[in-house]
């Protein structure tokens, strides 16, 4: 049996035109959803259907792709999307952040910072802020375009009234240049001061609910608050166990039933580049902690 | 304030001007006409099927009249037709300068989020940024409606009928409107309940100077509460005035009919 002819990134070249032209769209309207017709894909919706169409519209021959899941560059999600692009496309792929060209994304936004020619496609699994405070889609999409956005902050006052600070820790809603309230897919809120001015362009793809979203580069995202209760990146005070990064997002990692745990980068790549740089952390492996000790000793 | 809206009384607030609605061959309301003062009190007294609610939803711009329209004079003095305010206009007038509340607390309620958010809310949507001062406002109005300030973060859906009644008036006045439609807020309260709401209600207007709609089939809700009583019967206004007049006195036969089956105490 021959092995199956694929277009080039999978998608048939009428339908990436499609999704570039709501991709454009979205451009020109950040924070604006657009609908398009979303296609049914080899995987399951969840799995980053939107994300998967969005990086077929915009990979090149000459795209260097990175795939992340929760950070991580080599779990299942990662890997599969990696695959299946290396498959159906041929492009060249990496884990490094600074070499990719595009970087598919779920839940995280990496560490080191991104740069012009770079874009970030997010997979999002409710693209809309509003819902679990407005079922009705007629209504929210009247609500955006009217910009009534009094409700999002009914959320966040709910949030102090029954935890004494706003306790939700991702999908944190932003507004996008002044307009639009977006949800910023599944990130945790501490990636949300990374979106604002930006210098990579900013994608998000959901396939089940068939929308459409971006940041342009170098726009203007704030992260909504109250005066007496500021926005404040959350994360867990402790260095990275492997690497000693004071800054980075973490993992929390159970390593036995008796409630020990261990706290790590999210992102892979960061990580594994600090402990090659001979960083350090109290519990990393030891070729690393020895070569440590050798660069400190000589 | 109180000088500004004596000079304000000499124009009417809300006008309607040959209202109609059909639906199909079917016609809702014909024909009405009237003016609303600022501080004033309107029953809209009738059975069911006589056209209440439909004027109610025509005068608060929810509905499109078939013929006639409706003007409304906003807080810089002119008065516009309702049907030229765009949309954004329109739900900005109901959140700020109108108020609605609805016989059943739960369609004017946020039944899952508490108390404070939902008097909250309209605040919010006028732009105020700041949690304490929501907060100290929201439970201003709670004491004002006399709920226990110590349920401020309970969601309404565990308050009683009464209470969820009286936590939809907070969260309709905190914007401090001119203008509030009722529909039947009485309705499906026992009656110690409703006197208590009813007494809560007439401190209120007088106290804010509101102007009232208010739909109604119980004659002593409109007696309590109303300085004019509109009588309707088959979309019609058949009978109007001053509410002691109407009820003590009624000219027409649906009226006295309306008047005489209440039940001698």
Known sequence: MNAPAYNFAYLDEQTKRMIRRAILKAIAIPGYQVPFASREMPMPYGWGTGGVQVTAAILGPEDVLKVIDQGSDDTTNAISIRKFFAKTAGVATTAATEEATVIQTRHRIPEAALHEKQVLVYQVPIPEPLRFLEPRETETRRMHALAEYGLMHVKLYEDIARFGHIATAYAYPVKVNARYVMDPSPTPKFDNPKMDNCPALQLFGAGREKRIYAIPPYTKVVSLDFEDHPFEPYRFNAPCALCGAENSYLDEIVTDDKGSRMFVCSDTDYCEGRQAAGHHGSLSAAPYKERAQETSNG | ?265
């Open chain 2, 1 to 265: 304030m109180a000088d500004l809206d004596m000079l304000d009384n000499d124009e009417p607030l809300l006008v309607a001007n040959s209202l109609s609605k059909s639906y199909g061959r079917i016609a809702a309301c014909r024909d009405v006409s009237f003016s609303l003062y600022s501080g004033e009190v309107l029953a809209i007294v009738g059975e069911s099927g006589s056209g209440k609610s439909t004027l109610l939803q025509l005068l608060s711009g929810q509905l499109a009249p078939s013929g006639g329209h409706v003007s409304y004079r906003m807080r810089d003095g002119v008065s516009r037709d309702l049907a030229t305010l765009g949309e954004a206009e329109r739900r900005f007038l109901f959140r700020t300068d109108w108020g609605f509340v609805h016989q059943d607390p739960a369609q004017g309620l946020r039944m899952a989020v508490s108390a404070g958010a939902n008097v909250g809310e309209r605040l919010m949507a006028v732009g105020w940024n700041h949690y304490g001062r929501i907060r100290d406002t929201a439970s201003d109005w709670l004491t004002r409606v006399e709920i226990d300030v110590a349920r401020i973060d309970d969601a309404p859906r565990t308050y009683s009928g009464g209470m969820r009644q009286r936590l939809q008036i907070a969260r309709n006045l905190v914007t401090e409107p001119r203008l509030v439609f009722m529909d039947e807020p009485t309705g499906g309260l026992d009656v110690s309940v409703q006197a208590r709401l009813l007494d809560l209600l007439r401190s209120l207007v007088a106290e804010l100077h509101l102007a009232v709609v208010i739909v109604t089939h119980d004659l002593a809700v409109a007696r309590l509460l109303s300085h004019r009583v509109m009588v309707m019967k088959g979309g019609r206004v058949i009978e109007t005035g001053l509410t002691d007049q109407v009820l003590d006195d009624p000219r027409e036969p649906y009226t006295q009919l309306l008047v005489s089956s209440i039940l001698p105490p």
